[in-house]
């Protein structure tokens, strides 16, 4: 269980994005972040691996502080998906999946073979792997930012607004894509998004946050309040 306890962000210039925010995100569940632009939807996932520090409160991986664990054993525990996918312009989408089992010395084989498995998982044709990115619609290139956050099997998935450039009819397929892998996987994810539809939609448990990072609501998509 992720564990977000009483945390407080104050950037430099003295913004305070997220306000005292207590959370639990449960294991092997969908939690989604919504709330308007600008409420510390982001920062909040940031700080979950520990881009951004707390300026106070803390943060618990399975009773664990995630200030005090080292960085690169968290961030390896958590794969990050964001809006334009980010992949790597000049590689090929096989060799984009491959580079965080290539990078934890798997050999470039069996980091491969292990892309092709997850290009299947992610409904992508083995046909894209020796495409590059450039050459992928965006529905295409989320997947396959969804693909590269799984290679190395972390427990946690960081989402934040990955469906939000593409069409509507594109959506919808990666939203139930992205309800099927989960029931697949088990994985603990954290969605960030700013349409209360997709939070209804996917999520298990909504956390609505307003402006001034404060949490309105925490509630199964059944139980929320209309606001
Ligand atoms: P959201 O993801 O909900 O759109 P963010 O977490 O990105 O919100 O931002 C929350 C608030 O913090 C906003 O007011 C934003 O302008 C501010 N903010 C974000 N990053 C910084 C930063 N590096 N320095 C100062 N203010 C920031
Ligand atoms: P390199 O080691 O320089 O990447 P390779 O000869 O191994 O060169 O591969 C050349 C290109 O072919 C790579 O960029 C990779 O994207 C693609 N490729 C290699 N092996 C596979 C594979 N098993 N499946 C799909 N694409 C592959």
Known sequence: MIRIDSVTKRYPDGTVAVDRLSLEIPDRS???????SGCGKT?????????????EGTILIDGKDVMKQPVNT???SMGYVIQNAGLFQHRTIIDNIATVPRLLGWS??????RARELMGRVGLDGALAKRYPYQLSGGQQQRVGVARALAADPPVLLMDEPFSAVDPVVRKGLQDELLRIQEELGKTIVFVTHDI???VKIG???A???TGGK???FAPPAELLSA
């Open 197 to 199: 539809d997709e939070a």
């Open 108 to 113: 470039k084989d069996k980091a491969r073979e």
């Open 208 to 210: 609505v946050m307003r």
């Open 204 to 206: 298990t448990m909504v």
């Open 215 to 217: 949490l309105a609501q």
């Open 74 to 76: 968290l961030r390896r």
């Open 43 to 55: 920062t909040t996932l940031r700080m979950i691996n520990r881009m951004i520090e707390p300026t």
């Open 30 to 36: 969908i939690t989604v972040l919504v709330g308007p």
